[in-house]
């Protein structure tokens, strides 16, 4: 139950992080870890979005400290790195979180502060479907495994310059879609322009890897169990690109931003939900 609970409020955190940046709330609260020099401030709708994003944070940080110590007793062997590792992630967030106020936003450290959320979700994932009850997990890069590692891969970097996009600036820098200024290739290609084609491109192997991955559960028996998940898991990629449309065509609606790195977590949830029953099979 504690790792469920742990896994909802780091989805609930990057999204509720995705809504801060999209109503432009981030210096909602100018100082920390205060907000306006007191531990309730007087809430508008900008400080009230910074300041519940402060709130979930902590929440979502005692939880986890609880996990990590109950997984760092029951794991064994080198296992016992992804709660330290979990923690050491999420001392480093608070640092950032600090920082990224102090300094007023900077776009490189807001875009790692997401990669390292990120990489905390996921590894909050793997404690709460792996409470330790065996003698312990192993992760390895063989068989369907290492199919699975490398599109969490492939979907953990497409969130990630997503984010790159979003916080430089690039979010419209192709006006349109699925065009851009008209052509697939525009006339003029600056850096916004070729990180948002980036994002774009990224965006439609995605969909292809894993239409290649369902059709893999059709034809190979060895991966056959994953056929529902991985049949969500298109559904999901094919809504990705739906929703990426509606960022641009409404002008990075805050709301269609949040639904769109709400559908990417999920996407990794699936990911990952595969990658563990690969694990649990090498368990056995």
Known sequence: MLGKVTFGLFFLLLVWGNLVAGTKSGLGCPDWPLCHGRVVPPLGFETYMEYMHRVIAALATVSLAALA?????????????????????????????????????????????????????????????FPGEKPGFVVYINRHAALFIGLGALVFAQAALGAYVRHSGSGLAC?????????????????????????????????LTVLALYAGTMLGAGLARNRRTALWLVVLALVQILVGAAVVLTGLYFMATALHLAVALSMLTLIGVMWARAAEEREV
């Not at 490189?108 to 793997?126: D, E, P, R, W």
């Not at 525009?186 to 995605?206: E, F, T």
Request: glycine share 6%; hydrophobic share 60%; charged share 10%.
């Open 69 to 129: 110590h109950y997984r760092f007793r029951s794991y064994t062997g080198w296992a016992k790195l992804v709660p330290v590792a979990a923690m050491a992630l999420v001392a480093a967030e608070i640092v950032m979180g600090g920082l990224v106020v102090v300094l007023e936003l900077p776009m490189s450290l807001t875009t790692f502060h997401f990669m390292a959320g990120l990489t905390v979700f996921m590894l909050v994932f793997v404690m709460m479907f």
């Open 175 to 207: 006006p349109d879609f699925p065009a851009c200024f008209g052509k697939f290739v525009p006339d003029v290609l600056n850096k916004n322009i070729l990180a948002q084609l980036s994002h774009r491109v990224m965006g439609y192997l995605v969909f």
